[in-house]
C-alpha cells in the first residue's frame, strides 16, 4: 500500500457510520490484491466491477449497508456524468399531444437527466463496495484517484 493509500485508508468510513440516503465518494484502491477477490474474473460479481475502476474515484448514494459480510459492504447508485436517456409518454400523455395538433402515435423524449443545480446524473445498476472506501463526499481531499465524474470537484 503507498503512503498515499494508507493515508486514504485512514480517513475512510465505518459501516456503522455509514447512512442509507447520504453521498458518499468512493475512493477505490489503487491495487486489489487477487487473493483477497478470487472472485474478480466471475463476470457480475462487485469484484469484477471494480477492477477497470482501480485508483479511481466516484460518488455513491448509498441504498444499503450490510455489516455481516466480511468486509462489511455498501451498494449504491454511482452518481456519474449523465448518459442520454429516454422515455416512452404514457397514453395520457400522448393524448394532451394530440390535444395540442399532434398526431396520434408513440412518442419518446430522449435527453439528459440533470439535478436541481443542472448537473448531468445517470441512472447505472447498483454498485455494491467495501464501506471502508467511502469517505465523507465533501471536504475531502480525493486527488489520490482519478476522477471518474467530473462534477464532483
Not at 447512512?19 to 483477497?36: E, K, W
Not at 449504491?76 to 436517456?85: A, V
Not at 486527488?143 to 471518474?148: A, K
Request: with cysteine; hydrophobic share 35%; glycine share 8%.
Amino acid at each position: 500500500m503507498t503512503s498515499t493509500d494508507a493515508d486514504a485508508q485512514a480517513e475512510c468510513m465505518q459501516a456503522r457510520d455509514v447512512v442509507v440516503g447520504q453521498t458518499y465518494a468512493v475512493l477505490i484502491p489503487h491495487r486489489i490484491s487477487p487473493r483477497r477477490r478470487p472472485d474478480r474474473d466471475q463476470p457480475g460479481t462487485p469484484a469484477s466491477a471494480w477492477w477497470w475502476m482501480t485508483g479511481t474515484r466516484f460518488r455513491l448514494t448509498v441504498t444499503e449497508v450490510d455489516s455481516t459480510s466480511s468486509p462489511a459492504m455498501v451498494e449504491g447508485r454511482p452518481i456519474t456524468e449523465g448518459k442520454s436517456i429516454e422515455v416512452v409518454l404514457t397514453d395520457e400523455q400522448v393524448t394532451a399531444l394530440t390535444a395540442l395538433g399532434l398526431p396520434g402515435g408513440e412518442y419518446r423524449v430522449r435527453g439528459r437527466l440533470v439535478d436541481d443545480q443542472d448537473r448531468p446524473v445517470g441512472l447505472p445498476e447498483p454498485l455494491r463496495v467495501p464501506a471502508r472506501w467511502l469517505q465523507p463526499a465533501e471536504g475531502a481531499d480525493h486527488r489520490t484517484h482519478g476522477n471518474l465524474d467530473p462534477y464532483s470537484g
